[in-house]
């Protein structure tokens, strides 16, 4: 080392270190260069690619749900309301991995492997930058979670949004219907640029058949996000417009009382404005709870309500189809007089049974072991006491095509017009009905049967209350319809293109033969007119369920309750001037002058002793406004 | 040794000390002061405009200062002396970090002293070029091949310790100190080229059995940063967005959306030039380069009045290393060189490189308030 150090020239040293230090700072120089021609390049040659990729980051376009319109019932009451509710969303792009963040999430608020499901499915189609639902209806408590854990939580969001909600609960639920989350076979036939920033879509019901109304116009915000998705500010902005409110004609009240008259049954009730054709009330019991299916169903709630024998889901009034029994005696008869099948005077024998010629077996009526209704049995006593055989006879004579043809015209056997989705047509038989359904020629027996409402025939509850409604006016060929009003903007009532043009004194006999069904000592429905301030015109029907030999006598307590006889009921009221008319069934109900009467009556009461008052409060302008912005949360 | 101090001792005659009295070289002071205030005037929007950053990174700074302007008042001729020990304890350190580490992050750089925590790397930081110019500032230039492989083995042990924690970018930095001596020091132009075409050979080799998988990943990464969006490429594309979208003049003080907005990370650390270039342009970026490279060079001219051998090969080395960590963090954020963690000196938060540095200037300062030999350069 001495030696090495005794020979060192620092004069070399110096200038060896010298060159050195020139040639660093030509290496520097160069170097530098390089850096700084990297970052000319990104700065100034390719400076617009970055801004757009700077502000594709920060900005984005974010649709803002309309406000679903409002439903009111004809008093302004509240039908379907906005409510918020609060979502747990993924931003997938923000997320950097996923599964791990909803490991954490689970942890945290226990996310069930459904909604994991449901998640991943939609991340699938999700953009990256948009939020993808986790989780729904987030408790007050699972918030404060997530806001306390937010900073763990990158790529997570809670947003807020107007969820559907029915105050009125079960009141309604099958005419209202329910809005869902829309499923995969409603996305292929959605336009997806309506449905950007919405969930939910109208499943059944008025929900349904108005969706485009109600839905409204998809509005857009520009906003700039920080790196996990949180809203910074809104750049722009282009509103939404609401969906349009409805009020429809229902009248909660009675709708109300309805509903309490059928409690306890399964059965429908339809009441109709023999005026306008405006649905007064619409009932199907059992009902359920439909603000179950806004947010998702438990699939043990789901199947209860699927399972329950008296079947809750099924809308009888609109679909359910039974035999309408004598609750058609009041039509067919006028049918028979107007067409001079027989008149006024006509009357016939009645022994408790009939016999058609060439046929064995007789046609029983229901008194059958009391003789029948005896002599001189004319068309209003046919009615009043509901005489079968007055109607097997007169049935044959007026015949298949004129009873189909003419029914037709009251609304039996095809689609009302109903503005709600689903609706059944009933059969109202005919020679070429039976030729494509049974592969059959028709025979006088089928006519027989069906001139009691019996045999092929089948009626919804709604065609019964259009065929009373279509009677009470004298041939008014109202069309029913819920909706009275959109924003405010009445909606004129409807009415079928074939009138029916009847003479005055048919209507007048008719009226007062239901009149007397309800007021007479012998009428079928005279055990409800006690009371009554107003004349009530009623039929009531039986319906069987099973078919009873011709010796053996119906006895409910030989058969399991679920095959007694259907009750039914037809009725208007005043007579004097119809308001207000309704078709009704008690399924099992065995009778319609015990079971099924007394309900019209209590719905009757209730709307004539109110329905003075309506015009007062039948305000639309107090509609409630909702902002259209979202509501914003981290 | 003797005939040098009798030089040194002839040429001070007459004394040329009035501005050594307090071992500070104002013009280095100032540089760095400029450099500090813009480092904490870009931390200020790098940080969510938080002061808090601020004032640790200030109190750093002052840290820093105050250990420099000590460090200082040490005559260079300490530095060589006690080189031996200084490495000695950092090479100690480090296999202490081997042993007792504390982990972080995934990787076991700190000991806990109780009070602090010390991460000894950045000791080697200093300690290896020191050793090695001791080394070969007592060896003829240039150096023969075994004075080239002892240099070799005193840079080669800490940079391998350091590897292993891992630190890839302090290891390379290490390395580069301690082989900027050996260059300086005279090495053969062969050995330069040689060395050259011998990591073009070696890096096949690292590839396959020294760089781990998260290092490779780096590597691949920064050819193709759109392979892996969101996660490793998820860096360097936000980075390079923030420069980009700076362009000439940038989007002004902490209005950069790519930083306020968090897409870039580790933005107040090794991502910080993007905040630069991001809100001050391209002429932020080379305003910031125009005072790296004034004090690069200061120092430089410094090595060169240097009055030994060691204090040249370490003032030197000092500089040269600045630079490169300079170039390596502005290469890897702007997606030229893969993402090691080599912070952005004296602007990117973050004690102990800071600490690191100012003790590195401090030994500068030392070398420059010597007292001069007349006539010596040249």
Request: neutral net charge.
């Amino acid at each position: 080392m001495m030696r090495e150090n005794a020979i060192s020239d620092p004069q070399q040293e110096q200038r060896v270190f010298s060159m050195r230090v020139m040639l660093s700072v030509f290496i520097l120089l160069g170097l530098t260069s390089i850096i700084l021609f990297r970052y000319f390049d990104l700065q100034i040659n390719r400076h617009l690619d970055y801004v757009t990729n700077s502000n594709k980051n920060r900005i984005h376009i974010r649709s803002v749900a309309p406000t679903r319109g409002l439903i009111f019932d004809r008093h302004g009451q509240l039908l379907a309301d906005n409510r918020p509710a609060f979502t747990l969303n993924i931003i997938p792009e923000r997320a950097k991995h996923t599964d791990q963040l909803i490991a954490q999430l689970d942890s945290l608020l226990s996310i069930s492997d459904k909604d994991i499901a449901r998640f991943e499915k939609r991340a699938k189609r999700s953009k990256g930058f948009a939020p993808v639902p986790l989780k729904y209806n987030l408790t007050e408590q699972e918030r404060a979670i997530l806001a306390v854990n937010s900073h763990l939580l990158t790529g997570t969001e809670v947003s807020a949004q107007l969820m559907r909600f029915y105050p009125q609960r079960e009141l309604l639920t099958h005419t209202l219907g329910y809005v869902g989350r829309i499923n995969d076979r409603e996305i292929k036939n959605i336009d997806p640029e309506s449905y950007r920033g919405t969930d939910f879509i109208g499943k059944i019901g008025l929900e349904k058949y108005y969706e485009e109304a109600l839905l409204g116009k998809v509005g857009t915000e520009q906003v700039e996000t920080d790196a996990r998705g949180r809203v910074m500010r809104i750049i722009s902005k282009k509103d939404p417009i609401s969906g349009s409110h409805l009020t429809i004609h229902i009248d909660s009240q009675l709708q109300g009382v309805a509903l309490d008259a059928l409690k306890g049954e399964r059965g429908a009730l339809v009441a109709i404005d023999v005026k306008t054709g405006g649905i007064l009330s619409m009932v199907s019991t059992p009902s359920y709870d439909p603000n179950l299916f806004t947010s998702g169903i438990s699939q043990k709630q789901y199947d209860g309500l699927l399972n329950s024998p008296d079947r809750p889901l099924f809308n009888r009034a609109l679909r359910g189809q039974y035999p309408p029994g004598s609750t058609v005696k009041p039509l067919f008869g006028l049918i028979g007089l107007q067409h001079k099948i027989f008149d006024i005077d006509y009357s016939i024998y009645d022994p408790g049974y009939f016999f058609m010629e060439g046929i064995k077996r007789p046609w029983r009526d229901h008194n059958a072991d009391q003789g029948g209704h005896g002599h001189g049995v004319d068309l209003a006593e046919a009615i009043i006491e509901s005489c079968d055989v007055f109607f097997y006879t007169t049935g044959i004579k007026a015949g298949i095509d004129l009873l189909s043809e003419q029914s037709a015209l009251f609304g039996l056997g095809d689609i009302t017009g109903i503005d709600l989705p689903g609706e059944k047509r009933g059969i109202m038989p005919s020679r070429e009905w039976k030729k494509a359904n049974r592969q059959q020629n028709w025979f006088d027996g089928d006519t027989i049967n069906m001139s009691i409402g019996q045999g092929f025939m089948l009626t919804t509850p709604l065609q019964l209350a259009v065929m009373s409604a279509r009677i009470a006016s004298r041939g008014k060929a109202v069309v029913p319809k819920l909706l009275k009003s959109i924003d405010g903007e009445e909606i004129a009532p409807e009415f079928a293109p074939n009138p029916i043009e009847y003479d005055d004194k048919y209507w007048d006999y008719i009226h007062q033969s239901m009149v007397d069904v309800v007021h007479s000592n012998k009428g079928t429905g005279r055990g409800i007119s006690k009371g009554l301030s107003y004349k009530l015109a009623g039929k009531t029907g039986t319906a069987q369920v099973i078919s009873i030999h011709e010796k053996e006598k119906y006895d409910s307590s030989k058969i399991d309750k679920n095959k007694w006889d259907h009750a039914l009921f037809v009725a208007f009221a005043p007579a004097d001037n119809p308001q207000i008319a309704l078709g009704l069934i008690v399924e099992n109900g065995e009778h319609g002058s015990r079971t099924a009467a007394p309900i019209a009556r209590k719905v009757i009461d209730s709307y004539l002793s109110n329905s003075y008052q309506e015009s007062r409060h039948n305000d639309a302008s107090k509609l409630t406004q909702y902002s259209p912005t979202p509501i914003e949360d981290d | 040794m003797y005939k040098y101090d009798f030089v040194r001792q002839l040429d001070t005659k007459g004394g040329d000390r009035r501005q050594n009295v307090l071992h500070i070289d104002f013009t280095l002071l100032i540089i760095l002061l400029v450099l500090c205030m813009t480092g904490l005037f870009v931390l200020y929007s790098a940080s969510e405009q938080s002061m808090y950053y601020v004032k640790r990174q200030a109190t750093f700074m002052l840290t820093g200062f105050t250990g420099m302007l000590i460090v200082a008042q040490f005559p260079v001729r300490f530095w060589e002396r006690f080189a031996g020990l200084f490495y000695g304890s950092a090479l100690l350190a480090l296999i202490a970090v081997l042993f007792f580490g504390v982990e972080a992050k995934g990787a076991t750089r700190w000991l806990n002293l109780g009070f602090a925590r010390f991460q000894p790397s950045e000791l080697a930081k200093i300690a290896v070029p020191m050793m090695v110019s001791a080394y070969l500032s007592r060896r003829l230039i240039p150096p023969k091949l075994k004075h080239v492989g002892g240099a070799l083995l005193i840079i080669g042990i800490p940079a391998l310790l350091i590897i292993r924690q891992p630190d890839l970018g302090t290891s390379i930095l290490v390395f580069t100190s301690g082989f900027f001596v050996l260059f300086l020091a005279g090495l053969r132009k062969r050995y330069l080229v040689g060395a050259f075409f011998g990591s073009l050979a070696a890096a096949p080799l690292l590839w396959l059995y020294v760089m781990r998988d998260y290092q490779k990943q780096r590597v691949l990464t920064l050819l193709s940063p759109e392979d892996d969006k969101f996660g490793a490429g998820w860096n360097i594309i936000q980075s390079t967005t923030a420069i980009g979208s700076g362009g000439l003049s940038g989007k002004g003080w902490t209005e950069g959306t790519q930083s306020q907005l968090n897409f870039l990370p580790e933005s107040h650390t090794d991502f910080i030039i993007a905040v630069l270039a991001e809100e001050f342009g391209l002429l932020g970026v080379i305003s910031l380069c125009t005072i790296y490279l004034l004090l690069v060079g200061y120092c430089m001219i410094i090595a060169i009045g240097a009055q030994s051998q060691f204090a040249r090969l370490m003032a030197g080395s000092i500089s040269l290393t600045f630079f490169i960590y300079m170039f390596v963090n502005m290469s890897m954020v702007s997606g030229l060189l893969p993402v090691v963690g080599v912070p952005l000196p004296l602007v990117s938060y973050g004690g102990s490189a800071i600490v690191t540095l100012f003790f590195g200037f401090g030994i500068l300062m030392a070398i420059s308030s010597e007292p001069k030999r007349i006539g010596s350069w040249r």
